[in-house]
Structures are given as structure tokens and as C-alpha cells.
């Protein structure tokens, strides 16, 4: 009589307490059978599932706990977001492809990972050995030595539970006994130590939201610093190149002064380039002559003599056409007959 109730009291005070909120993450290498063993527990169907990419939420009532759990996406390059969730966890399911012995010890580096984490050793794992309907996937033994399981457990001071499974078997009510009976003991371990779990978790969720406003703060503060050089940069750039463009609008004059004094050192140092015509002393810009230059050729050119020009303007006159003959010395002149009378002009 006593005991019965001693019975319906503990039933009652159980009844009365509140639900728990427990937060479990669900970990594991890709293609391991996490997603399909969530399906499974929520009532759907775990065949064709896709890999996660991140992660999915999912919030199911167990008993008197309601039970959010975080399907982490396992694909090499999402394991590194693992850890963001470790804080707000109260246990970890962390899920194993027993049939991919190939990946037995990838498997293993990852789990010490995770127990090691120190936001996660101490707190309650279960083991799901899943696939078990493979052919050739190896038996909860063999998953406990390859993965070191207990040294990892010891060490890192964790409550442990492996349950081998397949999580296509079947889902809702019938979903793999070993899988309900795995959250069951997951859970239970969870509430003997509710208290000091959670509050665990509440002291860590704090520091790692400091810790992320933080590092917000420090990344808003980089991007300023970033921002304000690449502001600086763009006005020196600016200046830089105002200061081109004025030097390009000047350059022209500067230029052609200097090309006209290194011509004319040319004309001083070289007075019998060919090339040098009167052309060349007309200005570019006015198509006037340049005085200075005109001068200089001027002067320079009564020593010159451009064979070419003469040739060419002043071709040697023809010899003069013979409009007379000159008579013959007197000596030399023919005798004229003895009537005629010289005649002297
Ligand atoms: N034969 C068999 N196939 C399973 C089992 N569990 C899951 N699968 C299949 O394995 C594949 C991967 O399952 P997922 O649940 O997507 O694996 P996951 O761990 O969520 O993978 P990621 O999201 O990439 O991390 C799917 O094709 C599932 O149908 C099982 O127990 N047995
Ligand atoms: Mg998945």
C-alpha cells in the first residue's frame, strides 16, 4: 500500500514538471545516414534524401522532452560550422557509416575532434552504427576498435552509448528499435544531469555570443580600416592623376621648345645634314616660319650649296648658237684676185 503510493506520487511530481528543452546536434561524415535518421524519428520517409548543405533544424516532441535537433551538413568543407552548435548542445548523436570501412579511420579522426572540443567533452553521445543492412558493414565490435571508442570516451570524460542501426528500415512507429532505444538512453542521461547541462550551456551560449559579437565587432572594424585606406588610396590616385593630366596639358609647349633646341643644337653640331630644307624651319603648329630658325638657316645657308636644288633649278645653259664665223687671221686669208680691193671693215 505504502509503495503504490510512493508510485503514484513520483508519477505525479514527474507529471507536473515542465518539458525539458534538450538540444541535440547530429554529427558524422557525409553520406553517413544523418538526414535519414532524422526523417526516420520525425515520421517521414528516409529513403532519397539529399546531403545537407549547412545544416536543418528540427524541433519533435519525445516523451516529456521537447528536442530540437541540429542535422549538420558532413561534406569536408561544412565540418568547420560543426563547432558553432557545440555550445547550445546538451548531447551529441553522432552517426556512422559502417559500411564505409575505407573511411573508418577519417571517421575516427573526426570524432576525437568533436569529444575533444572543449564545448563538448563531458556531455552524453550516442553512437549510431548505421547501415547495418549492408553487406560487409562492420559489426558495433569492430566499430568500437577502429574507432578507439573507449580511450576517446575516457579521456574526454564522456557518457557513451553505440547502437547499431539502419535508418531505411522503416520510420514513424516503425522506425529501427535501436534508433528509439539509442534518443531514449541519449535523453534520459541528459535529464539525470539537467541542471548542471544546462546550465552549461547557457554559460557557454553567453561567452560564444560575446565571443561571435566580438568578432563582429572586430571584422566591422577591419572593413572601416579597409574602407578608409581604399578611400585614401582612390584620393591619392586622384591627385596622382590631376597632377598627370596638368603635367600632360603643359608638356606640349615644354616638349616642342626642347625639340626646337635640340634641333638646333642638331643644325649647330651637323651644319650639312642633307635633310635640311627650308621646310623645316616652318612651324608645325602656325605654318608660319619660325624667325629664330629662319634666321639661323639664313645665315647658314649662304655657306651651303644644296647640290640637289641647283641641279635641278639652275641647269648649265646651252653653249650659245654660231651666228658668225670669225675670219681667218690675215696671214692665213686667201689671196684675192689681182682686180679686187680689200675691203676693210
Ligand atoms: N542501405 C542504407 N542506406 C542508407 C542508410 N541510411 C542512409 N542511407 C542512404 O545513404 C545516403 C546518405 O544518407 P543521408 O541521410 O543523406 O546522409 P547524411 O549523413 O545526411 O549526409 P550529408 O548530409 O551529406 O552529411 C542516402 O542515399 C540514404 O538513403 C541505411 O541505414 N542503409
Ligand atoms: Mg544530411
Known amino acids: 500500500m505504502f509503495s503504490l503510493m510512493a508510485n503514484c506520487c513520483n508519477w505525479l511530481k514527474r507529471w507536473r514538471e515542465p518539458a525539458r528543452k534538450v538540444t541535440l ?15 526516420g524519428i520525425q515520421g517521414e520517409n528516409p529513403q532519397d534524401v539529399a546531403p545537407t548543405v549547412g545544416f536543418s ?3 519533435l516532441k519525445q516523451g516529456k522532452f521537447e528536442v530540437t535537433i541540429f542535422d549538420l551538413g558532413g561534406g569536408k568543407r561544412i565540418r568547420g560550422i560543426w563547432k558553432n552548435y557545440y555550445s547550445e548542445s546538451h ?3 553522432f552517426v556512422v557509416d559502417s559500411s564505409d570501412v575505407q573511411r573508418i579511420q577519417e571517421t575516427r579522426e573526426t570524432m576525437a575532434e568533436v569529444l575533444q572540443h572543449p564545448r563538448i567533452a563531458g556531455k552524453p553521445v550516442l553512437v549510431l552504427a548505421n547501415k547495418q543492412d549492408q ?3 562492420l559489426a558495433e565490435a569492430d566499430i568500437i576498435e577502429n574507432l578507439s571508442l573507449e580511450k576517446l570516451v575516457n579521456e574526454n570524460k564522456c557518457l557513451c552509448q553505440i547502437e547499431p542501426c539502419s ?3 522503416g520510420y514513424g512507429k516503425k522506425v529501427d528499435k535501436s534508433i528509439k532505444k539509442g534518443l531514449k538512453w541519449l535523453l534520459n542521461n541528459i535529464a539525470k544531469d539537467y541542471e548542471a547541462i544546462a546550465e552549461r550551456v547557457q554559460r557557454d551560449t553567453a561567452e560564444q555570443r560575446a565571443q561571435e559579437e566580438q568578432d563582429k565587432k572586430e571584422r566591422a572594424a577591419r572593413v572601416r580600416q579597409i574602407r578608409e585606406e581604399r578611400c585614401n588610396d582612390d584620393k591619392e590616385k586622384e591627385r596622382r592623376r590631376v597632377r598627370e593630366e596638368e603635367a600632360r596639358t603643359n608638356s606640349p609647349k615644354m616638349d616642342t621648345n626642347r625639340e626646337e633646341e635640340e634641333e638646333d643644337e642638331e643644325e649647330e653640331e651637323e651644319p650639312d645634314d642633307p ?6 624651319a616652318v612651324s608645325a603648329k602656325t605654318g608660319e616660319p619660325d624667325k629664330k630658325k629662319t634666321r639661323k638657316l639664313h645665315l647658314k645657308r649662304k655657306h651651303r650649296v644644296d647640290p640637289l636644288r641647283t641641279e635641278a633649278e639652275s641647269p648649265a645653259p646651252p653653249p650659245p648658237p654660231e651666228l658668225f664665223k670669225p675670219l681667218p687671221p690675215l696671214a692665213n686669208r686667201p689671196q684675192p684676185n689681182g682686180d679686187a680691193q680689200d675691203v676693210v671693215l
Open 25 to 39: 546536434v547530429m554529427v558524422g561524415l557525409d553520406n553517413a545516414g544523418k538526414t535519414a535518421t532524422v526523417r
Open 167 to 169: 535508418a531505411v528500415l
Open 275 to 280: 635633310r635640311q630644307t627650308p621646310e623645316n
Open 135 to 137: 553487406e560487409g558493414a
Open 91 to 93: 548531447g551529441v548523436v
Open 57 to 59: 533544424k528540427v524541433d
